[in-house]
């Protein structure tokens, strides 16, 4: 059983091969020359205006916790549309249920404002 | 009588007095005492009906069918092979009879004692106490497994405590209290021996079992002289024997209420129950009989001439006590079972009766004890003295009264069936206990009673209330016409003429299928000597005391004062057992412990229980420190664990 | 044979059986309706909402008496990714009795406290969901599910008091070390996967009895692993740092939920994966190793740290590590009377447990908990039932007789001597002892005259439903003490019944 692992031990051994051997041939061969400009953070070619360290509103957070959860519910009804001719009537319901589920709780977080922005 | 009346019958004499103790420990303190009067007393009332109802079924049951055991529940079972502990009770004449003397005479006391506690503040204390105590005496005398006899043991040894140290602001209370609990325990801890012996030996504990296993010990072996001899010592702890008696004295400081049922009644006599009931085992163990022979009548030779010499009315009635316990136990040691079991009966009568009527005694004289300041009390005093003089009569076993039944009963077997080669010297030694015992009965109630009072207080002395006079009275009407009554019944069936009656009652119980139909009994004509002898003391007895105290200034001490002087100095002091065992055991103790503290302890405990201690303190000091409160250390503790469990399943353990 | 079953069209395919999840169907439904219901209802109103639940739970409580009887054969349903058996019900059970109390304790807490806040209850529900989940998990998938869900619910209750910095506190670590412990988890059951092929508790245990003999590193690792993740929720030590920080700042009446409902139903998880499905000798000797020394740590380390706490809500936290301790007895032994000991020890730890800390919710005023030794000061002569019931849950889980824990103990004790593993016993035995003095301390400052001049405590007066809860505790450790073979029957069947084979 063990040997079936063997391809994932030298997957891993490959890629930390290949990441420390690009920094270690880096690191030899490439000219150090630092400059005020080369230690600032790169924000797409445009010089940053404040702090990276700064609040964010929890309200990306909420956004992206709810859309996740979404995201898994159209996952889960993949897998389950190959099958649902096997499944007949019951798997419609089933999946009925489930969505029902997820709508009660759109709904509650809809009344308890989460997706309100402000 | 089917198992399930059993059943039903036992939970409702077992629930009553512990649902009254209950109810009365935890919401007694904001009902009225009118309410906790009737709470205490009622649940005895309802208890003793039922009680009544089981004397019934037994007596109604028909031959060979006497006795019921019923399964209540099951409270431990480990398995096949493992221990079982059902809580089964048994139902047959013996455990019924302890049944009436319990829950009767104990209805009589707590009614007593809504007169005697009238003025106490903690009367829903004293009253949930009193049916604790109650509750345990039927745990005890129900019990068909050891285990649960135990527990019912303990538990009156707790609830005895309690009683005594009830006035808990007296130092000598608690010290009396505390005294009768530690020599309670150490026949607890013979007991649980000799259970834990029995059990290893029979594998069982349930005592049905165990009688009938009882033939696997061979007989007058080692195994069974130990087990009776330590369930004997249990026994004599419980019922104040030789020589681990010196509690009972003490245990006055309780209220007299408790000295009537606890430690006349029911309490002490549970070790004659305790032998009688295990006689399958003590009848295959002669020596142990023998030793429990000899204790019983040392003991009641020993606390009669000790009871002649005190000057406490309560004093005086407890030495008596013991010394009439030493009787019974002498007649359960000689194999007279049913006669001790009837002793024990009457004697729950007239003791309680005599303790009430010295209660009352105390309570006209606000708490006055000492012989020496009473005297003349039955001007005042007439009716209790009258219910006094009935209990006297049937102590001291004047003929026709109930003591002289139990008691001549008793002693008639002396003469056959003693242990050793002359089974008659402990007769002998009987006989001189009945001419002990006038004495000091009729002693007690010709200084308290009559002669001229020795101090003012004594005219003003007021009779009891009639809740208290009326239990008094009951019992004085039985202890002058129970032993009358069976006694006649006896002549009536034909049968030995002083305890006929009862002997055939309990006969199931003592006739068992093991031990064998009981070799005891008497031909009319050795018991009729035996009585006639055994009466003639009693009554040189009498009539000697009534001739020294019956004047008009008695001197208490009349009798001892004439004899050499070391005897009464020696009986007086109660033969220095309390300084002996001060001697020989306290003083030692203390000295070692001493020792102990100023050398073993700095040398060796602070290197080892002290350490221990402190270890475990450190440990857990060191263990918070650990506890930083910081979420990076304690992710590092659970990496630093994980990995040491992955490397110790990978490479430790790789065999 | 399902109620479903009347409409033919509606039939589930065969290994599908809804009956067998009917409690945790209930729970969840309820779970849903009382959502909905907070955002209808007024603030002040939301105590109702405690009533809503209790009926819930007392409906999953009826289908768990129900599926008892019904699962007199033990089998798995789902595919068998859900076990159908006693064990697993006999779990729920004890979840459900100890959830009704705990929600008949908060509305009156979460009052004191201003925590007007609906989603309590919902929470409450959903959590006692998974447990109840989790104690019937028949494959690992389910075990991490379960184990997510309740532990999501907790996150948010130990964080209940938003304005309560510890309370935070509390909650920020019990999540990240959670999160923490469930990646030991998965990798543990990823390596599991990976070694026999199975997800599924009854097909592993199978795969490793035709494994010929042998045992792949890999597969001992992941079982470690595996075992690390269940410790972690458990609270044995050395997984048990977050126990006593998350227990004080939590609001009580969530410790008092989540102390004894998730060691229950940890415990159910550990045992039926570590004594059943890995209970192979040649597997069992190189787990056990690990599972003794965190039994012995537990006890030790429990009972020791104990010793030196001045919080009574941390005492009973080191103590329920502790009595984690005794109860992983029960799984390093194999017997069948170490499981039936251990179940007997989880329902009077549950018993105990509850009632000991209803005692601090119920007693707590506006301001604090009953949680500092000062405030124990005298307990006994102002609020002298409670102090009693207090009292008697510590002599419970001191282990005296006549009370539930002293048989409890003696069980698993016994157990440990019968499979000839005395020096556990020893320990066991040896760390009770010490155990002793902190119970009793704490019973002795109940019952200690408080000095004239020392402010003393306010205690809150009993509410009905509050005073109920600790009867209702009191008398279980009682009757569990003197009726033992009552719950002890139970535990036996539910041990006889628990599913072996798919």
Redesign the interface.
């Known amino acids: 059983m063990l040997s079936d692992f063997a391809p994932i031990l030298v997957f891993l051994a490959v890629c930390v091969a290949f990441g420390a051997g690009v920094q270690a041939l880096a690191s030899w061969f490439g000219p150090r020359r630092p400059s005020a400009a080369k230690d600032l953070p790169y924000e797409c070619g445009i010089v940053p205006v404040e702090s990276a360290r700064r609040r964010f509103s929890v309200s990306f957070y909420v956004t992206a916790m709810l859309f996740i959860i979404f995201d898994v519910e159209s996952i889960f009804l993949l897998p389950w549309a190959t099958i649902v001719r096997q499944l007949k009537v019951f798997g419609v319901v089933e999946m009925g249920v489930f969505i029902a589920a997820l709508l009660i709780g759109l709904i509650y977080v809809w009344a308890k404002g989460a997706l309100r922005w402000d | 009588m089917t198992t399930s009346t059993v059943a039903v019958l036992s939970g409702l004499i077992l629930l009553l007095p512990l649902a009254g103790a209950l109810l009365n420990a935890l919401v007694g303190w904001r009902l009225s005492r009118r309410v906790v009067n009737a709470i205490g007393t009622g649940s005895i009332l309802a208890a003793f009906l039922v009680a009544c109802v089981m004397l019934a079924q037994v007596v109604g049951a028909p031959d060979g069918a006497k006795s019921a055991s019923a399964h209540l529940w099951q409270w431990l079972d480990l398995g096949t092979g493992g221990l079982r502990v059902g809580v089964d009770v048994t139902l047959d004449p013996l455990s019924a009879v302890m049944l009436m003397v319990i829950t009767g005479v104990g209805l009589l006391i707590h009614v007593y004692s809504v007169g005697y506690m009238e003025h106490d503040r903690g009367i829903a204390r004293f009253f949930s106490y009193m049916n604790l105590f109650i509750f345990s005496m039927l745990v005890l005398v129900l019990a068909a497994d050891l285990l649960i006899l135990i527990i019912g043991w303990a538990l009156v040894a707790l609830s005895s405590y309690l009683l005594i140290g009830f006035w808990y602001e007296r130092p000598s209370a608690v010290v009396a209290a505390r005294k009768a609990f530690i020599t309670q325990v150490a026949g607890d801890v013979a007991l649980v021996i000799a259970a834990f012996l029995i059990v290893v030996h029979i594998g069982t504990l349930s005592m049905p079992g165990i009688f009938a296993a009882a033939p696997s010990f061979a007989s007058g072996g080692l195994l069974i002289t130990v087990v009776c001899s330590l369930l004997a010592i249990g026994a004599f702890a419980k019922s104040a024997q030789f020589p681990l008696h010196t509690w009972l004295p003490d245990a006055m400081e309780g209220p007299t209420p408790v000295s009537a049922l606890i430690h006349a009644a029911t309490m002490v006599t549970a070790g004659v129950y305790l032998i009688a009931r295990f006689h399958p085992l003590f009848d295959r163990a002669p020596v142990a009989q023998g030793m429990v022979a000899c204790v019983g009548i040392g003991t009641a030779v020993m606390a009669g001439v000790i009871a002649l010499s005190q000057v406490d009315i309560k004093r005086v009635i407890a030495y008596s006590t013991m010394s009439q316990i030493g009787l019974m136990i002498f007649a359960v040691g000689i194999g007279a079972y049913s006669a001790g079991m009837f002793h024990l009966a009457t004697h729950a009568v007239f003791k309680a009766l005599l303790f009430m009527a010295a209660g009352n005694v105390i309570h006209a004289l606000h708490d006055e004890q000492d012989i020496r300041l009473m005297g003349g009390l039955s001007t005042n005093l007439r009716r209790t003295e009258l219910c006094f003089l009935s209990g006297t009569f049937a102590l001291a076993g004047i003929p026709l009264f109930a003591g002289f039944f139990s008691k001549e009963g008793l002693l008639g077997f002396g003469l056959t069936n003693g242990p050793g080669a002359f089974p008659w010297v402990l007769y002998l030694v009987g006989v001189g206990i009945n001419v002990l015992t006038g004495l000091y009965a009729f002693r007690l109630w010709a200084t308290v009673f009559r002669g001229e009072p020795q101090t003012a207080r004594v005219y003003a002395a007021r009779e009891a209330p009639r809740v208290m006079l009326v239990p008094v009275a009951i019992l004085a009407l039985l202890s002058a016409f129970l032993g009358l009554i069976l006694g006649v019944w006896s002549l009536v069936i034909h049968d030995n003429f002083l305890i006929g009656v009862f002997a055939r009652f309990l006969s199931p119980v003592f006739t068992t299928p093991a031990s064998g139909p009981l070799a005891v009994d008497l031909s009319t004509g050795t018991a009729i000597l035996a009585g006639i002898v055994g009466t003639l003391g009693s009554l040189l007895g009498a009539g000697l005391a009534a001739r020294i105290w019956l004047q008009r200034n008695p001197d208490p001490s009349a009798v001892t004062a004439r004899l050499p002087r070391a005897l009464p100095q020696l009986a007086y002091n109660k033969f220095y057992f309390d300084e002996i065992y001060d001697a020989l055991l306290v003083r030692p103790l203390v000295a070692l412990a001493r020792a102990a503290r100023r050398v073993v302890e700095p040398r060796f405990m602070n290197s080892g229980v002290q350490t221990v201690s402190d270890a475990c303190s450190e440990l857990g000091a060191w263990v918070r420190d650990y506890q930083t409160g910081l979420i990076r250390d304690y992710a590092s503790y659970m990496i630093a664990a994980a990995g040491v469990f992955v490397v110790a399943t990978l490479v430790l353990v790789s065999r | 044979m399902t109620v479903l079953g009347v409409l033919p069209?509606?039939?589930?395919?065969p290994g599908?059986d809804i009956l067998g999840l009917l409690p945790e169907v209930i729970l969840a439904g309820g779970f849903?309706v009382l959502?909905?219901l907070d955002?209808v209802t007024a603030p002040a109103q939301r105590g109702w909402l405690a009533v809503v639940s209790v009926v819930a739970v007392a409906g999953a409580f009826g289908a768990t008496v129900w599926c008892w009887f019904d699962a007199a054969t033990p089998r798995t349903v789902y595919f068998g990714a859900f076990a159908y058996d006693r064990f697993g019900l006999f779990i729920n059970a004890i979840i459900l009795v100890s959830t009704a109390l705990v929600l008949m304790i908060t509305p009156q807490y979460l009052n004191r406290r201003g925590l007007h806040y609906g989603e309590y209850y919902a929470l409450i529900l959903g959590a006692a969901t998974g447990m109840m989940l989790l104690a019937g998990a028949g494959s690992l998938m389910v075990i991490f599910l379960a184990i997510e869900l309740l532990s999501i619910a907790l996150y948010i209750l130990s964080g209940f008091n938003r304005t309560e910095p510890r309370s935070q506190e509390a909650a920020?670590?019990y999540l990240?070390?959670g999160g923490?412990?469930s990646g030991?988890l998965l990798f543990g059951m990823a390596l599991i996967y990976?070694?026999?092929g199975h997800t599924q508790l009854t097909l592993i245990a199978a795969a490793i009895t035709n494994g010929g003999g042998t045992v792949?590193?890999?597969?001992?690792?992941g079982?470690?692993?595996l075992?690390?993740g269940l410790a972690?929720k458990i609270s044995a030590a050395?997984?048990h740092?977050?126990t006593?920080?998350v227990y004080q700042g939590a609001p009580t009446s969530v410790t008092t939920f989540m102390s004894v409902t998730t060691k229950v139903a940890a415990f159910a998880a550990l045992i039926r994966v570590f004594s059943y499905t890995f209970g192979e000798p040649l597997i069992y000797?190189?787990?056990k190793?690990?599972v003794y020394f965190v039994a012995i740590a537990s006890m030790?380390?429990g009972n020791?740290?104990?010793?030196?706490?001045t919080s009574l809500k941390r005492v009973l936290g080191y103590s329920g590590i502790a009595q984690g301790g005794y109860i992983l007895i029960g799984v390093v032994v194999l017997t069948p009377?170490a499981t039936w000991g251990s179940l007997y020890y989880l329902a009077s730890y549950a018993v105990a447990n509850i009632g000991a800390f209803a005692v601090i919710t119920v007693m707590a005023n506006r301001g604090e908990d009953l949680d500092s030794y000062a405030s124990l000061r005298g307990l006994a002569f102002r609020r002298p039932?409670v102090a009693a019931a207090m009292g008697l849950f510590l002599l419970s889980l001191g282990g005296f007789p006549p009370t539930a824990g002293f048989?409890a103990k003696f069980f698993v004790f016994?157990a440990a001597i019968g499979a000839h593993e005395l020096p556990l016993a020893l320990w066991g035995i040896g760390t009770s002892a010490?155990s002793v003095f902190y119970y009793l301390r704490v019973g002795l400052l109940m019952y200690t005259r408080p000095q004239p001049d020392e402010p003393s405590y306010n205690w809150s007066r009993t509410s009905l439903s509050g005073g109920g809860v600790l009867a209702l505790t009191a008398a279980g450790t009682l009757v569990m003490g003197?009726?033992?073979?009552?719950v002890?029957n139970i535990a036996v069947s539910a041990q006889n019944g628990i599913v072996l084979h798919g």
């Open positions: 069209v509606l039939a589930p395919p599908i849903i959502m909905m955002l920020m670590k990240l070390l923490f412990a030991f990976g070694e026999t792949d590193p890999l597969l001992m690792a079982i470690a692993l075992f690390v972690f050395p997984f740092t977050w006593p920080d000797d190189r787990w190793i690990i030790v380390v020791v740290a104990a010793l030196r706490q009377a039932y048989f016994a010490v003197i009726f033992v073979t009552l002890l």
